[in-house]
């Protein structure tokens, strides 16, 4: 199948969310030159483990190829401080869930890169010879990815199992629905970029800048976004959906309310860091119903016990669900893991109203994230395992108590996360070299 040059390769971080292959428009792609194919000498040291020049490369020439940008010694100069702090941040990210025990199944990482393939209809060896065309080795690919998808199955382990949100909240969030109605409603993408140091605030802001100088030549700002912003919505493009000012960090409010729609706002100084923003769209906000509870799609591994088992009995159970939970990393494997969870069943319960379901897997349908098996459940079935592969009417426009519950936790855990983060970034001894 010919490549043509109106093909793009849109950045990695995507790979949670679903990798996606887009047309783009360069000179020319870049093959790698020679001498950098046999360029190994150190970039950085994070934690005793090195960060190659080549490395540096591969990701330099995704990041231009994602963005729509031209392959230019400015351009290299302009990424080259982000680049690398995100090459630094994949790293100290694989050492913590390495150090968490945590391991990403090779055969995941490879399936998303057929994924890439099939979605633009190339064979695998067709994206491979695209890719070295333009100078990225699929190594660096599954690279990325492999550290995209430790990181979130690090953050759910450890950081989603402290937040619940409760009916309080969701009943006060509802509220403020209801106060706001007719007021002004922002489609809102957004960067961040963490200043963790004092010492960091020139730099950060320097580089914030930067990549504003490459939105405003043309570069796509969700390419960007996925590529280099330092939050979870990274995964989004940075696209944070339908948001009210009183929504938003203060300074970025203030900005984006002055701001006519589609412009470029920052490098604004908000919590943590620098933002980029940009509101694509405004609208009204409308009445909507805040009281249903929304439905789920919803699978389910059961291990049948009568109401009145033996205490023997139900812990044999839960302990047989844990180490089929802790298998489990997404929707579409969990049948695979079923397979070998007897006396377990497995089932596809389909779209479910949370209301219909038992009072136990509610607070699951409710607060527990996507893709992210439960603890064992005991109903009055048994010992349950539920996974969460879709929630309906939890769009950006709804506002059922699913959907506003939903969004309240995704909130707190990119606050955990960022947290998270910037705590492994002062704790690490790293050493630049270029």
Request: proline content about 4%; overall charge negative; glycine content about 8%.
């Amino acid at each position: 199948m010919p490549m043509s040059n109106a093909t793009i390769l849109k950045p990695l971080r995507r790979a949670v969310a679903g990798l996606v292959l887009l047309g783009v428009c360069l000179a020319g792609g870049a093959p790698m030159p020679a001498q950098a194919q046999d360029q190994l000498r150190i970039a950085a040291v994070v934690n005793d483990e090195i960060i190659s020049e080549l490395d540096v490369y591969m990701r330099m020439r995704m990041a231009m190829l994602s963005a729509r940008l031209q392959d230019t010694e400015e351009t290299r100069q302009r990424l080259l401080p982000q680049v690398l702090r995100n090459l630094i941040d994949d790293r100290l990210k694989l050492q913590e869930a390495k150090r968490a025990g945590i391991r990403v199944n090779p055969a995941d990482v490879e399936r998303r890169i057929d994924r890439l393939a099939e979605r633009n209809s190339m064979t695998r060896a067709e994206l491979e010879t695209f890719l070295q065309s333009n100078g990225v080795l699929v190594d660096a690919i599954a690279d990325q990815i492999t550290a995209e998808l430790s990181w979130v199955r690090l953050v759910q382990r450890t950081l989603r199992p402290r937040i619940v949100i409760a009916d309080q909240e969701i009943d006060e969030e509802a509220a403020r629905i209801q106060a706001t109605q007719g007021q002004t409603e922002y489609k809102m993408h957004q960067m961040f970029l963490a200043v963790d140091a004092p010492n960091q605030e020139a730099a950060v802001r320097d580089a914030a800048g930067r990549l504003i100088e490459q939105l405003r030549a043309g570069a796509d700002f969700e390419s960007l976004a996925q590529e280099f912003s330092q939050d979870e919505g990274a995964l989004k493009g940075g696209n944070w959906g339908w948001m009210r000012l009183d929504q938003m960090e203060p300074a970025i409010a203030r900005e984006i309310q002055a701001a006519p729609a589609g412009q470029v706002v920052g490098p604004v100084r908000g919590t943590g860091g620098y933002y980029i923003a940009l509101a694509r769209e405004t609208r009204v906000s409308g009445s909507g119903d805040t009281t249903g509870a929304g439905s789920v799609t919803l699978k389910q591994i059961l291990w049948s016990l009568p109401p009145n088992a033996a205490e023997s009995e139900i812990n044999r159970a839960i302990s047989q669900a844990n180490t089929v939970a802790g298998r489990i990393e997404s929707c579409e494997q969990m049948a695979d893991v079923a397979a070998e969870a007897t006396p377990g069943v497995y089932r596809e319960l389909g779209s479910v109203p949370v209301n219909d379901l038992p009072e136990q897997v509610q607070t699951v349908a409710i607060n527990q994230p996507v893709d992210v098996p439960s603890s064992p459940i005991r109903t009055s079935q048994g010992v349950g395992v539920y996974l969460i592969c879709a929630r309906q009417g939890s769009d950006e426009g709804s506002q059922s108590r699913t959907a506003i519950a939903d969004r309240l936790g995704l909130q707190r855990l990119e606050t955990l996360a960022r947290g998270y983060l910037s705590d492994l970034r002062r704790a690490a001894v790293i050493d630049i070299r270029m």
